[in-house]
């Protein structure tokens, strides 16, 4: 393991009060090592993975293709929070799109927000590292994918959805691959951030910090899209052996407190 993936510490990885985090469905089928070991979880993070039928979410039914049917989609998430005495939340937001016609990108957004690490598609090894960034920085988290790598460290990362709290500036479009409902085109500020993210089995994490050096817009990818600058060594990571699909990226320099 080179200096900026490595086996993290007991110290970083354990939450001193225990948490309760639900899994809304199952991981999404196209992730990569986005399983986890639920009682390794317990163990080695105190941390409760609390299984909820895909279900609770799509008997919503068809909704309003709008931000009426986004709000409706929050709503009943954040009643799963409450009634499970949840601390996080990962969501098989996919499947709400032939169910219930709309995102769960506002609900995400919005959850992640009010201080409740919330991720996309199941993911929950995004949910864990989301959880261990709370813990140690506070800082609001951006769950992302890559989307163009240079040799040079460039890197093109984007997602459709994300904490209001991290944008300049925002507006609301469709969902990139559906083409419906609501997601967000987000503008962050450029500057320092981290880049992030655990393993399923916990034993390898990435945490290395990088510039946000611009924003862009383009049509074919998802909706907030900005370019970070790391180095050579960080875009070989990406492209031979990268822990998974989705990253976390936070405001500031963090590296070190991972480590």
Partial sequence: ??????????????????????VVGKPSDW???????????LERMNIEMVD???EEMTSLGEVDPGMKGAEAVYERL?????RERLQGVT???F?????VKNTGCIALSKLNDEGIPAACEGDIPTLLTMMVCKRLTGELCFQVNPARIQPDGEMLFAHCTLPLGMTKKHEYTTHFESGIGVAIHGELPTGDYTLLKLSHDMQ???????ELTRCQYEQNLCRTQVWVKSTPEVS???LTDPIANHHVLIRGHHAEKFK
């Fill in 1 to 22: 393991m080179n200096e900026r993936v490595f086996k993290p510490s007991e110290k970083v990885l354990y939450e001193p009060k225990r948490s309760r985090l639900g």
């Fill in 31 to 41: 992730l990569i090592a986005s399983q986890v070991n639920y009682k390794d979880v």
């Fill in 52 to 54: 909820i039928p895909i």
């Fill in 78 to 82: 954040k009643e799963i929070v409450l």
């Fill in 91 to 93: 969501l098989r937001c």
């Fill in 95 to 99: 499947d709400l799109l032939s169910t």
């Fill in 204 to 210: 390898r994490m990435l945490a290395v910090d990088v």
């Fill in 236 to 238: 070989r990571y990406f």
